[in-house]
């Protein structure tokens, strides 16, 4: 079992910046397979970018590459995501995630068993 807690969201013009954190806790090799989602009200859940943290590959939703940095610190057991030059369509209620096997879609939110309760971004133009 996995337990994730996301922090770090609220609002902030555009252009700005925020970094959310994901605290984990239980099974640690759960946690090697993690990402983060976002889901806009009346929209489907997005992948927004994955990590496999031992080896630290990453892969990013192509609309927020070069913009959105996502991290894993080991020692700590949290996962990050470091969000630069905000925009308004990235308002959304933002989701940690981790996968009990390597997904075969990273950004696919039927690969992952265990999620966070979420933590709003909220982003004015």
């Known amino acids: 079992q996995v337990q994730l807690q996301e922090s770090g969201g609220g609002s902030v013009q555009a252009g700005g910046s925020l970094r959310l954190s994901c605290a984990t806790s239980?099974?640690?090799?759960?946690?090697?397979?993690m990402a983060w989602f976002r889901q806009a009200p009346g929209k489907d859940r997005e992948g927004v970018e994955y990590i496999y943290a031992p080896g630290g590959d990453t892969y990013y939703g192509d609309s927020v590459m070069g913009r959105f940095t996502i991290a894993h610190d080991n020692a700590k057991n949290t996962l990050y995501l470091q969000m630069r030059r905000l925009k308004h369509e990235d308002t959304a209620m933002y989701y940690c995630?981790?996968?009990?096997?390597?997904?075969?879609?990273?950004?696919?939110?039927?690969?992952?068993?265990?999620w966070g309760q979420g933590t709003q971004v909220s982003v004015s133009s």
């Open positions: 239980g099974t640690i090799y759960i946690t090697y397979c």
């Open positions: 995630a981790a996968a009990r096997h390597a997904p075969g879609r990273v950004l696919s939110a039927s690969e992952y068993e265990y």
